[in-house]
């Protein structure tokens, strides 16, 4: 009875410093996180505006409208150089999560 109350005591103890670690977490880290997120964030709405672009200057070429395919096409690579050069130009400015 007493190894069982012995073991108990030592489980807790260790879930007690798991929590503790957890909740450790600091400031800094969870900023660095934050930033991380969002660039996933923001690079995925970049790669999800592309391809809809690219299916609609596919889908504008089958249709016979190869000026139209080509417009969007050009747009489409104006629209992803500049948000690429935006996400660049913030982590230059800071938002680095390794210098957080």
Known sequence: MQRQGRAIAIASAVCAAALGLVWAVTEAERNKLAVVAQRHHDTV????????????????????????????VTNALTEAQDAVSQLRREEQAGADPDRL
Request: charged share 30%; net charge negative; aromatic share 4%.
């Open 45 to 72: 709405v970049v790669h999800e505006r592309v391809v809809q672009d690219l299916v609609a200057a596919k889908w504008a070429i089958e249709a016979g409208h190869p000026e139209r395919g080509l417009e969007i």
